[in-house]
C-alpha cells in the first residue's frame, strides 16, 4: 500500500449511470486471515490502514480519476486517484461505475461503486468524495462476507483491531485509529463485515 500509483492497465467506457471503468492484473491476492481457514466466500480490501492523506495528486491518473477529469472532477482527483488504487490493490480484475453531477461535477459529490475480483473471491466497495475548502474528503466502504462467526473473523481476520463495542446490540464494532472501523453482523452462521474509512 506504500505505492500509490495504479499498477493495472486499466480502460473506461460509458456507462448508464456514469462511467464504468475496468482493470486486469495478475498479483495474488492475500487473505486477511493467517493460512487456510476461515476461508471467504466473498471478500474485500484486507483489513489495512490507508496511507497518509494525499491533498494534491502525485503520480499518474489511473483510469478511474482519468474518468472523473473527462466528467468535470478537478479538485478530488487526487483523493480518487488514491482511494481506488487502495481498493483494487491485489485484484485481478477490477470494475468501477461514477456517479458525478451533471451539474458543477467539480463542486458536488462525486460517487463510485467497484466490483473487484480476485482469484478466490468476487468483492464490493463503495466510496464517496466530496470538495472542500482547500482539499478533499473521502469515504469507501468494503463489505465481505465470510463463513464463520462473526467472533471468529473479529479475531482472526481483524486481529489488529481494537472491539469497542456493539452499535445496538448485534453489530460488533472493530475500531483502527479515528476513522477506521469495521462492523461485522451476524448473517445465518455467516459473518457481514463492512470496513469503512474517511479520510480528509
Known amino acids: 500500500m506504500n505505492n500509490l500509483k495504479s499498477r493495472f ?10 462511467v464504468m471503468v475496468s482493470s486486469c492484473a495478475t498479483k495474488d491476492f492475500k487473505s ?48 480518487i486517484n488514491q482511494v481506488s488504487n487502495f481498493l483494487v490493490a491485489g485484484a485481478q480484475q477490477s470494475g468501477a461505475s461514477l456517479s458525478v453531477s451533471p451539474q458543477l461535477p467539480n463542486e458536488r459529490m462525486a460517487s463510485i461503486a467497484f466490483e473487484i475480483k480476485t482469484p478466490q473471491v468476487l468483492s464490493y466497495a ?3 468524495f466530496a470538495p472542500l475548502a482547500t482539499s478533499c474528503g473521502g469515504s469507501y466502504e468494503a463489505v465481505t462476507h465470510w463463513q464463520n462467526s462473526c467472533k471468529d473473523v473479529a479475531s482472526k ?3 489488529q ?31 457481514v463485515a463492512i470496513k469503512k474509512e474517511v479520510v480528509y
Open 126 to 128: 463503495s466510496a464517496d
Open 9 to 18: 492497465p486499466l480502460t473506461a467506457s460509458i456507462f448508464v449511470m456514469g
Open 32 to 79: 486477511p486471515f493467517y493460512g487456510e481457514t476461515p476461508q471467504p466466500v466473498a471478500a474485500a480490501t484486507p483489513a489495512e490502514k490507508l496511507p497518509a492523506p494525499i491533498v494534491e495528486n502525485t503520480g499518474p491518473l489511473n483510469a478511474v480519476a482519468q474518468a472523473a477529469q473527462k466528467a468535470g472532477v478537478v479538485n478530488c482527483l487526487g483523493r
Open 157 to 159: 481476520g481483524y486481529a
Open 161 to 191: 483491531l481494537k472491539f469497542i463495542g456493539v452499535i445496538q446490540s448485534n453489530i460488533l464494532v472493530l475500531e483502527g485509529g479515528p476513522q477506521l472501523r469495521v462492523f461485522l453482523m451476524p448473517a445465518g452462521t455467516g459473518c
